[in-house]
């Protein structure tokens, strides 16, 4: 009896000496129908309740996938959009006013129905978002997260749908998880990191420019 004991308090030592939250579920399932009560838009926008929620890291192409499947289709109420909460190390719990203590991100990565995306006013690249059904998902550089003290691999999150027409903590439809983060998952992305193909149009386009200035007349 005293070596369990012993046991479980080193395993709860263990985890304490964990950063806040890098523990947490990998993943999340969301009920269905559960829009905050002060959510002030209405309950058939069913693309602003989330039904499930990950987050896939790519270290070697330092790369994040934000997935996220919704109960209706993408783009069905006018003014909707996706925010990402991800705690990198010095997260906030910014909700705490409103009793939402388990949400803490130092840093959010918006997602919009019309294919873009930004992270603190910073547009993510062209193609970044892609849009299927209910789902939407996007893809973001490392770089354009970088670490506050976790690994990226650590960094936990939490999706909040807006209706943005609305304002404040009344524009949110849903928290998923409820009250806590999630964390990333390590996984090899089948896809080419963000503006990789863009930029390699624009690079042709900038070389035919080139050697049409350089064509004698």
């Known amino acids: 009896m005293k070596t369990r004991i ?3 308090l080193a395993c709860a030592a263990a985890l304490c000496a964990v950063p806040f939250a890098s523990h947490a579920l990998s993943g999340i399932t969301d009920t269905a129908g559960d829009f905050l009560p002060t959510f002030a838009g209405s309950i ?3 693309d602003l309740d989330v039904l499930s929620a990950t987050v896939t ?3 070697g192409k330092d790369l994040f996938e934000l ?3 919704m109960a209706g289709a993408i783009g069905s109420t006018d003014k909707g959009f996706y925010v990402w909460g991800v705690n990198r190390g010095s997260g906030v719990a910014n909700f705490q006013a409103s009793g939402i203590t388990g949400v803490r991100f130092d840093s959010v990565v918006l997602l919009r129905p019309d294919g873009t995306g930004s992270i ?4 993510l690249a062209p193609g970044s978002v892609k849009i299927a059904g209910n789902t939407i998902t996007g893809y973001v550089s490392g770089s354009l997260l970088p670490s506050t ?3 990226k691999l650590d960094y936990t999150w939490n999706l909040w749908p ?3 027409a609305f304002t404040g903590f009344a524009a949110i439809s849903d928290f998923a998880p409820d009250n806590a983060n999630f964390t990333s998952t390590a996984g090899v992305l089948a896809v080419p990191e963000p503006g990789t193909t863009a930029l390699m149009l624009a690079g042709l386009g900038a070389v035919g420019l080139l050697a049409r ?3 004698p007349a």
């Open 213 to 215: 200035r350089r064509r």
């Open 120 to 123: 603190g006013g910073v547009g």
């Open 6 to 8: 012993l046991g479980q």
């Open 162 to 164: 807006r209706d943005g």
């Open 57 to 59: 890291y790519d270290a």
């Open 67 to 69: 997935t996220s499947t």
């Open 44 to 46: 058939t926008s069913t």
């Open 149 to 151: 003290g976790f690994n």
